[in-house]
Structure formats: structure tokens, C-alpha cells
């Protein structure tokens, strides 16, 4: 998928549909109908800015054969549209290139070849090399004296992620224009419309959408893509959202530490309870820097705060004790993060000593629980409750 920055599902045909980057596109339409926007740019910008769907805007803006530059509805326009905006297919003026698959010398003399306007009886020409940065040097040094003496008319835009792959006289020749991430007001109203679209029933409201703009960290199409994955009509909840971007709250984080320090049985019911993500080791990552007193990026003074007090009575020996565990697991799940709790926890000692044989015949004096195999046939974790039934934490004991 190419572009991003579009107010619904369907990509921006249209400058207007583009939400956020509001000055670049004010300059860029001023200098296409001022006829004064360099032949030779360079678009930079994090994946999922929207990079390609602004160049291609551009290309149409350029190529429109009205007066008042872009018109929409002329057969330049209109044939830019739902060709290379709607299908990324190229057209007469429109000459699309990926550097990722194309970035050897040979292609770049085939890009070259394409910067005049022909015979086709067009106007205007621009060409798009998507994926710049792919480029070999060889490949750069084809475009150094061609991209200086391009014909009037011809434009060529080089879409890139990182301008840095570019060798310096090349980028000394273009314009640069960089691609800043959306603010996270921008990241809602598109959200928004997608909801407004899709009919999605959204519970918690700009709460629960706040999570994916702030997950999706400024760029568009993470966060489209992500709310894309919800079928129409169907309900988002902050759980489900929570899911699918592994999403852990500090808070749950500090909560469940608290029980190294306390009842082993409360915590485990706790455990059952969480909410299970790989990034439950950073935190406790940080949770450890702050107990020894280190600053912390990633927590806050709250955060931090609440360190102190709720883990007052965590041993920092402990702490480690069950970072050591809970790394060492191939897959966080609830059965490993179970065992590194247990044997993190100062009852583990005791549990140690402790002869399951006597907690087997206990158990069997009560008739009523089963001593069966959980059945792990649906690939799930299996829950505290079966675990606790079938006499199964004995084993990990
Ligand atoms: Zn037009």
C-alpha cells in the first residue's frame, strides 16, 4: 500500500483531502501556479507520512493543462486521478520508478532516458523514483549532470526515507522538501473519519482513539492501517486495541510487581487478570533503574513515584531475580510469566522445601477436583482457575 495522508479509506485525490502538512501544501500550490517550483526535489519523510500520495498530487498539480492549476476535472487531471493516484499505474505525464527494485546503474540510464517530454504532444512530464535511498552510488552519479540541464517541464522527484543514502553532489542539485510527522489532532480527525466511514462503534470514545494516535507516533498510515483491520459496523475497544499494539500500562506493570513483595497467591490471581504483552519487560526495565535510583526516559515523575511507594517492600534481588525469568522466556505468555513469578517470589524457598507428594495426596483426598492434563488443543494460555483445578501449578512448583 503507497499512500496515507487521505481523510477516508480511499487515498487524497485531491490537495484538500490531505490532512495536516498545511504549509508544505500551501507552498506547493502556490509554486505550481506560480510556475516557480524547482524541476529537481527531493521528498524525505518517515515511512507512513504520506510521502508518495504528496508527489503524486504534486505530479497532477503540475501536468493539469487549466489555468488554475489543479483543476481537477480536465482529462490531464482526471486521467492522473484514477490512474496513478487510484491504481499507481503511470501515464503519458506520469512516469513512476521504484529505486528498490530498479537502484542499479543500468535502470538509472533507463530513468534518464525518460526526462524529456518526447513525442507524445504533452506539456508537462514528471517522474517519481520512489525509494531513492536504494540507489547504488553508480546509479546517483548517472542522474548528477542530467537532473542540472532537465529540460523545462520535466520534473523529477526522488521519494525517500533517508536522504543521507544520497550521494551529496546529487542532493546539493535538488530541492529538499522533508515530510514532518502529523500532530496527534490531525492523527484524530482522520481517525475520526474512518469511524464516521466504516461505522465503526468505538466505546471509550477519543480515548480509545488517543491510543492508536499516540501508538501510531505521527505518521497516518499506521494508524489507518490498524483501524482498516476492524471490520465495518464492528465494535473497538480499548482491549481489542490495547491487543493489537501490545500495549502494557505502567500502572498493570508496577501492580504486579507490588506481589514480589507480598502474597503469592494474590499475585497470581493478578497474573490471570493482566493483560500480557512483550512490553511488560521494558517497563520492568525501568521499573529496576528507578529502584536503584537511575532516571528513567521512559516513566514519568508519577510513574516513578509510584515505584517508590507500592514497591517499597520489593527486594531489588527479587526484581532482577524475575526480569531473569521473564527474559529468558521464548514467548511471553501467561504459563511463563506464572513461573517467573513463582520462582522470583521469597516463598519460592519455601515451596522448594515443601514435598508435592503431601499437596498430591491432599488433593486427592478431595473427589471433586480433577487431575487431568489441561487441554491445550486451542493454543491458548491456559487460565489460573484450570490451572489451580486440574493441580497442574504443582508441577511448575
Ligand atoms: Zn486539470
Avoid at 505550481?32 to 515511512?47: M, Y
Avoid at 468505538?202 to 491510543?211: E, K, P, R, S
Avoid at 506481589?259 to 494474590?266: D, E, I, P, R
Amino acid at each position: 500500500m503507497m499512500g496515507g495522508v487521505c481523510k477516508m479509506l480511499k487515498r487524497p485525490s485531491k490537495f484538500e483531502d490531505v490532512v495536516g502538512h498545511t504549509h508544505l501544501i500551501e507552498f506547493l500550490k502556490n509554486h505550481v501556479s506560480g510556475g516557480t517550483l524547482p524541476r529537481f526535489l527531493i521528498l524525505e519523510g518517515d515511512e507512513g507520512l504520506g510521502k508518495t500520495t504528496i508527489a503524486k498530487l504534486i505530479s497532477l498539480a503540475l501536468c493539469c493543462e487549466s489555468e488554475n492549476k489543479p483543476c481537477y476535472t480536465c482529462k490531464t487531471c482526471t486521467d492522473i486521478m484514477s490512474n496513478v493516484i487510484d491504481k499507481n499505474m503511470e501515464t503519458k505525464n506520469v512516469k513512476l520508478f521504484n529505486m528498490s527494485i530498479n537502484g542499479g546503474k543500468d535502470s538509472a540510464k533507463d530513468v534518464v532516458d525518460n526526462f524529456n517530454l518526447g513525442v507524445s504532444g504533452i506539456k508537462t512530464k514528471v517522474i517519481l523514483l520512489d525509494e531513492a535511498h536504494a540507489m547504488s552510488d553508480a546509479a546517483q552519479e548517472v542522474f548528477l549532470v542530467d537532473t542540472e540541464y532537465l529540460p523545462s517541464n520535466v520534473y523529477v522527484i526522488l521519494i525517500t526515507t533517508n536522504s543521507y543514502n544520497l550521494i551529496p553532489t546529487l542532493k546539493s542539485r535538488a530541492f529538499s522538501i522533508k515530510l514532518n510527522k502529523l500532530k496527534k489532532v490531525d492523527l484524530m480527525i482522520l481517525l475520526k473519519d474512518i469511524v464516521r466511514e466504516r461505522n465503526l462503534n468505538v466505546q471509550g470514545g477519543d480515548a480509545t482513539l488517543g491510543l492508536i494516535a499516540d501508538w501510531a507516533d505521527g505518521k497516518p498510515r499506521i494508524a489507518l492501517n490498524l483501524l482498516s483491520g476492524f471490520q465495518s459496523n464492528s465494535a473497538v475497544s480499548a482491549d481489542l486495541i490495547k491487543e493489537f499494539i501490545g500495549y502494557v500500562d505502567v500502572d498493570d506493570v508496577i501492580d504486579l510487581l507490588s506481589y514480589l513483595g507480598g502474597s503469592m497467591t494474590h499475585g497470581l490471581m493478578y497474573i490471570n487478570s493482566l493483560h500480557l504483552s512483550d512490553g511488560i519487560l521494558d517497563i520492568c526495565l525501568e521499573v529496576l533503574k528507578i529502584k536503584k535510583g537511575l532516571a528513567s526516559f521512559k516513566l514519568n515523575m508519577d510513574d516513578a513515584l509510584k515505584v517508590r511507594t507500592k514497591l517499597a517492600n520489593v527486594d531489588e534481588e527479587v526484581l532482577v531475580k524475575f526480569i531473569y525469568e521473564f527474559a529468558a522466556l521464548v514467548k511471553v505468555n501467561k504459563r511463563g510469566l506464572i513461573a517467573s513469578f513463582i520462582k522470583a517470589h521469597p516463598m519460592y524457598s519455601s515451596l522448594v522445601d515443601f514435598n508435592p507428594s503431601i499437596l498430591q495426596e491432599e488433593l486427592q483426598q478431595k473427589s471433586d477436583l480433577v487431575l487431568e492434563e489441561p487441554d491445550y488443543s486451542e493454543r491458548k494460555a491456559p487460565t489460573m482457575e484450570s490451572l489451580l483445578q486440574n493441580g497442574s501449578i504443582v508441577e511448575v512448583f
